[in-house]
């Protein structure tokens, strides 16, 4: 569900002419134009998102209702034998164009009722709907705070390696609250993990931040190992200790014979030749 969810994400952008003028592209409320064409509303997005899970052996139905003061659409999903709710609309950032960069938003991903009914509301139903309580399967990459503090938010920062830092908080607590706290804060989290620069956005209880980091230039890098011995097909992991641990400084595997041997970016490294001794 979540590969095909970000999938459509990356793929659909978000008809905005077709909202004003359903002439204008009426294929965008169905499952065609957002898989096909690319463009669509709620509508397309809800009907593609069924259309795909259906096919992988996913049950789903379309929910209708209205959010944000306008008529929406979404999706009702069983997994493991137990029900979630997903709006991959409002999890798509509004681009003009197809954008393989634009972030993925994951508020209203495996969501449950209570979640859903703080900026939806159901009005079209064929049937009673279950009340999805489970949390177990929501997006798992945020890191959850129940109110803002300068310091953990800065924190949060601070444990990204790398001149740009992403991060993203699920607020518990209080929306409006950490967002009010935040806005007034901002410049105070930026000084506090050294950033340049730094920009938000909010979506549902999801506040994304990147920020640019203030240089800072690797003095040391330390291997786990020193030699490995590889046969053939064979494979092993490098990991590299860098100093400091604030540098914004990448490490970045490279092989300088890959006729021998090849490493990813996540320093895997893979035997060609029938045995391999590597020395560092």
Known sequence: ALALHDALVKHIVYDLDAVEDSSKNQNAF?????????????????????????????????VSGSSKEQSHEWN?????????????????????????????????????????????????????????????????????????????????????????????IYVTGSLEEFQTQLGN???????????????????????????????????????NRATISLKATESAKLTATVLPSNTTDAVKWTSDKPSVASVDDKGNIYSIEPTLEVFE
């Open 76 to 168: 009702l999903v069983r997994l493991d034998g137990k029900y979630y709710y997903t709006d991959v609309t409002w999890d798509d950032p509004i681009t003009e164009s197809e954008d393989e960069n634009k972030p993925i938003y994951y508020p209203y991903f495996n969501i449950t009722t209570a979640r859903l009914t703080e900026d939806h509301m159901i009005t079209d139903t064929y049937g009673i709907l279950p009340i999805c309580t489970d949390e177990s399967l929501m997006y798992k990459g945020y890191a959850k705070l129940d109110s803002f503090t300068v310091d953990s938010v800065a924190a949060l920062f601070n444990q990204q390696i790398g001149s740009q830092k992403i991060v993203r």
């Open 30 to 62: 169905n499952a065609y134009g957002a898989i096909v064409n690319g463009k669509a509303v709620c509508e397309g997005y809800a009907e593609a998102y069924q259309y795909l899970l259906q096919k992988v052996g996913i049950q789903s139905y379309i």
């Open 185 to 223: 804060n901002f410049n105070a989290v930026g000084l506090k993990a050294g950033l340049i620069s730094a920009i938000g956005s909010f979506v549902g209880r999801e506040i994304y931040l990147v920020g640019e980091a203030i240089p800072v230039s690797a003095t040391s890098v330390k291997l």
